[in-house]
């Protein structure tokens, strides 16, 4: 766990970074037994608010199957079971909302 970029140790998440998220869900199967699991939700932070308040969200935003899908989920919920850094790339912007109609590509830094 040292070498994992958890929300924990890292509270600084920025837009542009590509990020995994890791999402408790609860789910019933048939005979009404709750069930619960992890999804990972993988995008890029487009937006962060709130600062380091107990509301802080960020705006992850995906491609999947060539349909957009945007999450917005709060830093200190315990719906979310970690936040990992996979990627960083160099942004200008504090909102990255022209990533929403550009086809720009944002440019990597290492890590």
């Known amino acids: 766990m040292a070498d994992e970029k958890t929300t924990e140790m890292n509270p600084s998440i920025k837009p542009g970074m590509t990020v995994k998220v890791h999402e408790k869900i609860k789910e019933k199967n048939a005979k009404g037994v709750e069930k619960e699991r992890i999804q990972i939700f993988e995008g890029i932070v487009i937006a962060h608010k709130h600062g380091k308040e107990i509301g802080a969200t960020i705006c992850v935003r995906k491609m999947?199957?060539?349909?957009?899908?945007?999450?917005?989920?709060?830093?200190?919920s315990p719906v979310v079971a970690k936040i990992e850094?996979?990627?960083?790339?160099?942004?200008?912007?504090?909102?990255?909302?022209?990533l929403r109609t550009s086809r720009e590509r944002l440019k990597e830094i290492k890590l």
């Open 85 to 98: 850094v996979v990627r960083m790339a160099k942004v200008r912007r504090a909102k990255l909302n022209y």
């Open 64 to 76: 999947s199957d060539g349909i957009s899908v945007e999450k917005i989920y709060p830093l200190h």
